[in-house]
């Protein structure tokens, strides 16, 4: 026991968390890897715009999903109009791409179909893939207002998670194989005539074709293949179908996945076999990440949208912006972030433009991600800390904070469009998002300055149908309004596609089809040199990459950790706060052991809050949906190691007996 204590200590690395002072000047280098010094804004800025227009035709621009629409708005234009390139986007691609790209394929929009309160008022909530406990605590106040209303809970998720604890029903499923659930759903309710006919005939289109690829999924064989218990199996799928009202939210447990396109249509499809959308209180929620990642997509800062989500493969949309800017427009669609990751390499991508990210920590096999940017020509960052990314950029731009700092609106999940209001003044030298990037703009021949926030957003409105109704006098009077909101005396329903229900066929519209989808398990393959599934996420008390949450200290803070269930602790011989090796087929990291009940065996989770301390990203493969470019975060293969010379007391009672 005296060993034990002698030589785990030796191995507990200092865990200070590390701490980011806010970025209060621009900094500059003298040469490629030399050291950044402060310089004024206008030697930065003549910098960065000098390094930006030498690599017309090769650039490329992230946007910050935590600023405001109006940022947003003027970036992507920043994109188009100064760079000429379509190149533009953001932390969405790593996210909830996949939602977009299937609520799209579906229903012709991207937009969440209901809202907040509705899920107050319904029969039953399935939070599939989704720890809204942790990561959507506002939304889940609503949630268990609903449960107080009567409202019956699913969750579907491989652990037990914090908001698995409230349901009534926890699927515990093996990662990566919510198609074949999805799928068994699917079937029993064709087979028990479950499905909504009239709706299915008059709505949708492709159910047969969507039948017979259910069809092998029977109960046993989901079962096998899920681990999910036929009988639970059953039970969803009945209480789904039966529920008058049905409330099916899903995030990333679904979307980071190689096919998490196809998991999305895979969730849709039974929305339209029971017909549980279009109305008050049905309908499909994806739960956006950051604050304003809806917002950031809307206004037109992805590769193929326009502002207001309009198709820039469309002439005449084109033609509106045309006019409108007095620029062209590219006639296809940009490079997506993992598609700029993938030029950088091949060299068709020589300079970033990064606003508000942190790819150098977030991107799935995150030292592939940094040896790519260090290979730019020239980066460009704009943010509020020296984050890592930051550190490897050739300018670095002071920006306020959004949240506090600025004015402007925010777009959440539910497509509610609200006002920020400055509260407090920046540090230092620091500007708007918006003032950098205009004067940036001017430096490069388009001499841009928008008076306010207000300016923008009206430029904006003018532009989108499904925002010219919100004036920002309207925007306050209502506390927030939902697009779309095309007229300015009108607030239009809080769900959307009501028109599937229409009994006239021309109000109805395009019909939502089935999607046909197959299963296709994750691409890192367990084995015995790989024999554990690693899964990853969130935790309650930290953000993202850990630049915003990192840097407090608070009893609730507890770092990164291995999590593994009893069983598996005990199999290794690892107990609690013992470091311990971790290695994929990408790379090794060193962190301490947790144990979590609600994990099962074979199954291990980790944040991405500590990459200072532990990047988990190392781990992560870059295995990306073809249609959405989002990697497979939520399916890793690892092994782990104990290091040598730490002796825990189960291995040690071992070697006694
Ligand atoms: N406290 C806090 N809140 C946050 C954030 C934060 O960092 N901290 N980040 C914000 C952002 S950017 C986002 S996108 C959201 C994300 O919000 P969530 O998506 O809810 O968060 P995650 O923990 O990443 O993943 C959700 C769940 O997916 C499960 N899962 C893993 N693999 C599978 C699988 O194969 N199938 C199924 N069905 N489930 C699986 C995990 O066990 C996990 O519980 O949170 C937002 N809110
Ligand atoms: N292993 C693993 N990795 C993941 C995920 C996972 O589940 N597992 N999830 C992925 C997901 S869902 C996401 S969204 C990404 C997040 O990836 P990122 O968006 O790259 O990470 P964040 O930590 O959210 O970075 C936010 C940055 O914005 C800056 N910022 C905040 N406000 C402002 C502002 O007003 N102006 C400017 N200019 N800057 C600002 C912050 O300082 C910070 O540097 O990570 C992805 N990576
Ligand atoms: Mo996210």
């Not at 390139?85 to 209901?114: I, K």
């Not at 073809?626 to 690892?638: D, L, N, Q």
Request: hydrophobic share 35%; aromatic share 8%.
């Amino acid at each position: 026991m005296r060993e034990r204590s002698v030589k785990s200590s030796a191995r507990r690395r200092d865990r200070t968390p590390k701490t980011y002072a806010r970025l209060e000047h621009p900094l500059v280098r003298d040469e490629k890897g030399g050291p950044f010094r402060q310089a004024t804004w206008d030697e930065a800025l003549d910098r960065a715009a000098e390094g930006l227009g030498a690599a017309r035709g090769a650039f490329g621009m992230f946007s910050c999903a935590r600023a405001t629409n109006e940022m947003n708005y003027v970036a992507q234009k920043f994109a188009r109009v100064v760079m000429g390139t379509n190149n533009v986007d953001s932390c969405n691609r790593t996210c909830h791409a996949p939602s977009v790209a299937g609520l799209s394929a579906a229903f012709g929009s991207g937009g969440g179909t209901s809202s907040y309160g509705e899920v107050e008022h319904t029969d039953l909530i399935v939070m599939w893939g989704s720890n809204a406990r942790f990561a959507h605590p506002i939304f889940f106040q609503h949630v268990l207002k609903g449960i107080r209303n009567g409202a019956r809970m699913y969750a579907v998720d491989p652990r037990r998670t914090s908001t698995a604890e409230w349901a009534e029903s926890w699927m515990g499923l093996n990662v990566g194989t919510d198609i074949p659930l999805a799928h068994a759903v699917g079937r029993e309710i064709i087979h028990a005539g479950l499905h909504n006919k009239a709706f299915v005939e008059q709505a949708t289109t492709g159910f047969d074709e969507y039948a017979a690829e259910v069809e092998p999924w029977t109960l046993t064989v989901a079962e096998k293949v899920t681990g999910v218990p036929a009988a639970a199996i059953r039970d969803l799928a009945h209480a789904y179908a039966r529920a008058e009202r049905a409330q099916l939210c899903w995030t990333l447990g679904i979307t980071e996945h190689h096919n998490g396109t196809d998991n999305v249509r895979a969730l849709i499809n039974l929305s339209l076999l029971t017909g549980h959308v279009g109305r008050f209180g049905s309908g499909v929620q994806p739960l956006r990440g950051q604050n304003n990642v809806q917002g950031g997509g809307d206004m037109g800062a992805i590769p193929n949208r326009l502002p207001g989500f309009q198709d820039i493969l469309e002439p005449g949309v084109r033609r509106k912006f045309e006019t409108a800017w007095d620029t062209v427009i590219q006639p296809h669609y940009g490079l997506n972030l993992t598609d700029m990751f993938e030029a950088m390499e091949t060299g068709d991508l020589r300079a970033v433009y990064c606003i508000g990210e942190n790819p150098a920590q977030s991107e799935a096999d995150s030292e592939q991600a940094v040896t790519r940017m260090k290979a730019l020509d020239f980066l460009v960052v704009q943010d509020i800390f020296l984050t890592k990314t930051a550190e490897l950029a050739d300018v670095v731009l002071p920006a306020t904070a959004a949240w506090c700092e600025t004015d402007g609106t925010s777009t959440n999940s539910e497509r509610r469009v609200q006002r920020v209001r400055k509260a407090l003044d920046p540090p230092g030298e620091a500007r708007e998002d918006i003032d950098i990037i205009c004067d940036l703009a001017t430096r490069l021949g388009h001499p841009w300055k928008f008076a306010d926030a207000e300016t923008v957003w009206n430029e904006l409105r003018s532009l989108s149908p499904d925002h010219y109704g919100m004036t920002y006098d309207r925007l306050a009077e209502h506390h927030g309004i939902q697009w779309p909101c095309p007229d300015t005396e009108r607030i239009e329903p809080t769900y959307l596609h009501g028109r599937l229900w229409e009994a006239d066929p021309a109000k109805r519209g395009r019909l939502a089809p089935f999607g046909i989808v197959k299963h296709d398990p994750p691409v890192d393959l367990t084995d015995d040199q790989y024999p554990i599934r690693l899964t990853t996420g969130r935790r309650l008390d930290s953000y993202n990459t850990g630049v915003q949450s990192g840097s407090f200290a608070s009893p609730l803070r507890r770092g990164e950790y291995l999590e593994l269930c009893p069983e598996d602790a005990e199999l290794y011989g690892v107990e609690v706060g013992e470091e311990v090796q971790i290695s994929s087929r990408r790379g090794t990291v060193r962190a301490p052991v947790w144990i979590d009940p609600g994990l099962r065996p074979g199954l291990a989770f980790m944040t991405m809050h500590f990459p200072d301390e532990v990047d988990t990203n190392q781990l992560t493969i870059e295995a990306n949906c073809p249609i959405a470019g989002t990697a497979e975060f939520k399916a890793s293969a690892i092994r782990i190691d104990k290091l040598p010379g730490y002796v825990t007391e189960m291995s040690a009672t071992a070697a006694r007996s």
